[in-house]
């Protein structure tokens, strides 16, 4: 079983088909994002330059597993209308597309009736989950690593009900 202090890079690096990615939260109060969210707030500028210091060390990873052929999809469920947080992840997630992730939005009501798990998750393989857990703010505080077959099998199972659901990212209008 992979630690429970597995980063998502060493998970990544075992990986051999597949790398997937829910996220349910309205709002993430991720600490090293704070100021580009705020910026953008009061701007409207964001950081979409795959080169820079925040973008570069997951765009060559992202890259560097998809040159090996593993596909990385990654899946939003959102509240319509959508949150400020949402509106600023919706813009960046054009670096996620050039790192080579597949990104789509699902509006929460569209969810209603699928089995989820209770907190997002990366799924790799559909074998090794890496829960996430955050506070009630949106703070992240802290990680899992799970091997356990019957929660894979549920990752696995929500992932792809919500993917088939969901709305590619470049058809997805957040207004």
């Known amino acids: 079983m992979p630690s429970s202090e597995s980063t998502i890079a060493e998970l990544m690096a075992d990986c051999t088909r ?3 990615h829910l996220e349910m939260r309205d709002h993430y109060g991720v600490a090293e994002e704070a100021d580009d969210f705020r910026a ?3 701007t409207g500028r964001l950081d979409t330059d795959p080169a820079s210091p925040d973008w570069a060390p997951w ?3 992202v890259s560097q597993v998809r040159s090996r052929g593993v596909a990385v999809r990654r899946a939003r469920i959102v509240s319509e209308p959508v949150s400020d947080y949402i509106r600023y992840e919706h813009a960046s997630t054009v670096v996620n597309l050039l790192a080579g992730e597949d990104v789509r939005w699902l509006p929460r009501r569209r969810a209603s009736d699928l089995a989820l798990p209770g907190n997002d998750f990366w ?3 559909d074998q090794v989950i890496r829960w996430g857990y955050f506070s009630g703010n949106g703070a992240m ?6 091997d356990d077959p019957a929660a894979a ?4 199972e929500a992932f792809a009900a919500v993917w088939d659901r969901s709305i590619p990212h470049d058809q997805y209008d957040i207004h």
Not at 141 to 146: A, D, F, L, N
Not at 153 to 156: A, D, E, I, V
């Open 59 to 61: 765009v060559g990873l």
């Open 123 to 125: 799924l790799f393989d």
């Open 40 to 42: 953008w707030l009061e």
């Open 153 to 156: 099998k549920l990752c696995s």
């Open 141 to 146: 505080i802290g990680h899992e690593t799970s």
């Open 18 to 20: 597949s790398a997937v």
